[in-house]
Structures are given as C-alpha cells and as structure tokens.
C-alpha cells in the first residue's frame, strides 16, 4: 500500500519561506515520478512542481524561480523548498507520485497516489 505523508506546512509571513516534506512508503523510488499539487478554496487543483528518475523538473508558472523540488532516495521523503512566498500561495498542498513523466505531471488526475495534504497560509 502506499502511504503519503505532508508535513512542514504553516503560518508565515509575505517573503518568507517554508520546506514541505512528503515522507512515502510503499512506493518504488526505483523508477519515480512525483509532484506537489495545492488547492485553494473556491479553486482547482494546481500543479506545483514535478520530479522523475530521469532526472526532470517540472514547475508552474507562478512557482518558477521561487520553489524547488527535490527528492532523497535514501530517506524515502520528497521535499518543496518554497521562498519569497505570496499570499496567493496559500492553500492546501498535496504530495502526489505515480505520475509518468515530470513534463506531463502537472494535470492532476485521480490515478494517482495522493497524500492527505499540509496546510500553508502566508500572509500579507
């Protein structure tokens, strides 16, 4: 079974910075693909950033220069790296794998593996 598991997330100020950590189990690091997703309310799931074991990185424009994904194989846990935050970057974040490909992980679907989500509000 794989098992999903956020943390890292809170309350900070406009400028600042938080790193999400997603730590996983049952899922095959061998061959991977993963993303960070967030949902605010009233809004749909977006796409954060995305990693493979091809070495690719993917991330949304209104992220791009400002988060970084990463992934340590021997701690099994995916990481979000998130500076100079915005309020509109408040929202739900969701760590995802199972997805093919980073180019193509940005559109969320509901094949793959979510976790429950950590909450992150910044404030102005």
């Known amino acids: 079974e794989v098992q999903l598991l956020e943390s890292g997330g809170g309350s900070v100020q406009a400028g600042g910075s938080l790193r999400l950590s997603c730590a996983t189990s049952?899922?095959?690091?061998?061959?991977?693909?993963m993303t960070w997703f967030r949902q605010a309310p009233g809004n749909e799931r977006e796409g954060v950033a995305a990693?493979?074991?091809?070495?690719?990185?993917n991330y949304g424009a209104s992220v791009k220069g400002r988060f970084t994904i990463s992934l340590d194989i021997a701690k099994s846990t995916l990481y979000l790296r998130m500076d100079k935050l915005k309020p509109e970057d408040t929202a739900m974040y969701y760590c995802?794998?199972?997805?093919?490909?980073?180019?193509?992980?940005?559109?969320?679907?509901?094949?793959?593996?979510w976790g429950q989500g950590t909450q992150v509000t910044v404030s102005s």
């Open positions: 995802v794998a199972d997805c093919t490909f980073a180019e193509e992980a940005l559109v969320p679907s509901d094949v793959y593996y």
């Open positions: 049952g899922y095959s690091l061998s061959n991977y693909c």
């Open positions: 990693i493979d074991s091809d070495g690719s990185t």
